[in-house]
């Protein structure tokens, strides 16, 4: 790994924590006023990506956020884009939401009908009623209706506010499915937003600042929720020269060093047991014909997360200056594993970066940042499913840059939420029966108290499918994959497969995954065998 890169991490890290705001912690024993909440996603981004989590990558303020926050070593997404989605707005799993696949994919299947359920509640619908003022600012993703059917959109959905992309990927210069409340419309065509230059990733974060200041001017009283979804890291490689050029040569040595360093930091910082294995390299730079291009790749990803990262650290300097930083819980992670999609990746493909290119950064790069974990994006594997979660709350954490190693999933963010507003989840919203929540709220880790989770953590996508019980974790890749038994705390990056020797652990916990699956309508899958058929046939089989 160059000099460079390390010099940059570590002078980075302490200057955004010499520099950032002096914030004075809370030990008053009466609980804090209800806290506004912001719930940040990012896009596409794996494990191992932000420096708190053991990267290069010049993410200074998440970092700084991480140091006076609380940082889970454990926490799951789903291993998909809309599925995640649905999951951490509802807090159901996402076939309970409909959206077991993605958006308009299997509209005849229970738990594969592609669009958010009227079964399911949002945050926003749950908080809004409790008096709090409700804000959704990015990438949307839970509706195929993109146009005149609006049922599903952000207004519709329980947010006063919206400003974002109602699809799943878009040019970062120009992206199109741009929405603003309930009217679509182009950038060049926005009345209200006129940057100099439009770039997605900051008009995201100057919409999330906007929506902030003008609620506490206005209703300076008033606890809000957000939820602000970036685009970043997704595909297309698009971002500023200036921000490109900052990581020029970092990645000129390849796959391997820098995902060998990342390995040895993160077991530096404690995210990872260093007594685990590394799991396989994939690709060999030695091979690789167009480096300089196979470089610029990762120089351009990182610069989308640079990016990012500039936007939460705006957020919070917003915070900060309206005087609301201290009683506002921020929770940032992440929607899925780093993604190994080959998007446009020809042998006579030009540079990635600018406007005029649709590229991805490839099979390497992905096991780079999902180091130290196996598979990618669509898998339930570790590297599919495994996410930073950074809670920083002022106020109320009892506990400031500490690591937090209890399971945690994007189920359990409903849960936190509604017990921090003193909501009400209801039994019926609208006219419909709304399902019971599946997560648990994550306060007690807050305050270094166990979580009361009763019972295992699933997941289903694809036919990749896993079950997290204590210790052990049963995963399978595809339809008829076998299933694979891991020990989490010697071997949480999946290398030592114990299946063969211990078959009455495989039994016991399969049939745990099985009467999930069936209770959710997480089978029978669209993808037939071995658990049932498509269509009509598969919702009849549900029924038994």
């Not at 980075?12 to 912690?25: C, G, I, K």
């Not at 109602?166 to 499915?177: C, H, I, Q, S, V």
């Not at 990749?464 to 008829?480: E, S």
């Amino acid at each position: 790994m160059p000099k460079r890169s390390t010099l940059l991490t570590g002078m980075t890290a302490a200057l955004a924590l010499a520099t950032a705001p002096t914030v004075h912690y809370a030990r008053a024993e009466a609980p804090p006023p209800r806290p506004n909440i912001i719930v940040i996603l990012t896009d596409d981004m794996g494990f191992s990506d932000l420096g708190c989590y053991g990267s290069e990558i010049h993410t200074p303020n998440l970092d700084a956020l991480a140091a006076r926050g609380l940082r889970f070593t454990q926490f799951y997404n789903t291993a998909r884009c809309c599925p995640t989605r649905a999951s951490i707005l509802t807090g159901l799993y996402p076939h309970q939401a409909d959206m077991g696949h993605m958006v308009g994919s299997h509209p005849d299947l229970d738990g594969y009908v592609g669009e958010l359920s009227h079964n399911a509640v949002t945050i926003a619908e749950v908080l809004r009623p409790a008096g709090y003022a409700t804000y959704c600012v990015g990438k949307w993703h839970v509706t195929s209706h993109l146009k005149d059917d609006k049922r599903n959109w952000p207004l519709q959905r329980g947010f006063d506010h919206y400003y974002g992309i109602l699809g799943g990927a878009a040019n970062y210069f120009d992206p199109d499915t741009l929405c603003h409340d309930n009217t679509r419309l182009s950038a060049a065509a926005d009345p209200d937003y006129k940057p100099e230059h439009y770039y997605l990733t900051d008009a995201i974060t100057d919409h999330a600042t906007r929506f902030i200041s003008t609620q506490v001017q206005q209703k300076p009283g008033q606890p809000f929720f957000m939820y602000v979804a970036y685009t970043a890291a997704h595909w297309p490689l698009q971002a500023p020269d200036a921000q490109i050029a900052q990581n020029k040569g970092v990645y000129d040595g390849g796959y391997e060093p820098i995902r060998l360093a990342r390995f040895a930091r993160e077991k530096e910082l404690g995210v990872i047991n260093p007594a685990w294995d590394l799991s396989n390299q994939f690709g060999d730079w030695n091979t690789v014909e167009r480096k300089p291009w196979e470089a610029r790749c990762m120089e351009v990803y990182a610069a989308q997360v640079t990016r990012m990262d500039q936007g939460v650290g705006k957020i919070a300097a917003t915070l900060q200056a309206a005087g609301q930083l201290d009683n506002t819980l921020l929770l940032f992670l992440q929607d899925n594993g780093a993604c190994a999609e080959n998007m446009n990746r020809k042998a006579d493909a030009p540079l990635p970066g600018p406007q005029s290119t649709f590229i991805s950064y490839g099979q390497g790069w992905a096991n780079v940042s999902n180091t130290p974990f196996r598979m990618y994006k669509h898998f339930v594997h570790e590297g599919g499913i495994a996410t930073p979660l950074i809670a920083h709350w002022p106020a109320g954490l009892h506990r400031t840059g500490e690591l937090e190693s209890q399971p945690g999933h994007l189920i359990d963010v409903m849960a936190t939420c509604v017990e921090l507003s003193g909501a009400k989840y209801p039994t019926e919203f609208a006219g419909q029966p709304i399902q019971p929540l599946e997560g648990v709220s994550l306060l007690p880790a807050f305050r270094s108290q166990p979580l009361e989770r009763h019972n295992p953590i699933f997941w289903e996508h694809e036919g990749n499918r896993a079950l997290r019980l204590g210790q052990w974790k049963l995963v399978a890749k595809g339809p008829r994959g076998a299933w694979e038994l891991y020990d989490m705390t010697r071997d949480r990056t999946e290398m030592h497969d114990l299946a063969g020797t211990m078959p009455e652990k495989v039994t016991e916990i399969t049939a745990l995954w099985e009467k999930w699956a069936r209770h959710t309508h997480a089978i029978p899958w669209p993808y037939g065998l071995p658990y049932g058929k498509k269509g009509t046939a598969g919702k009849a089989a549900a029924a038994e």
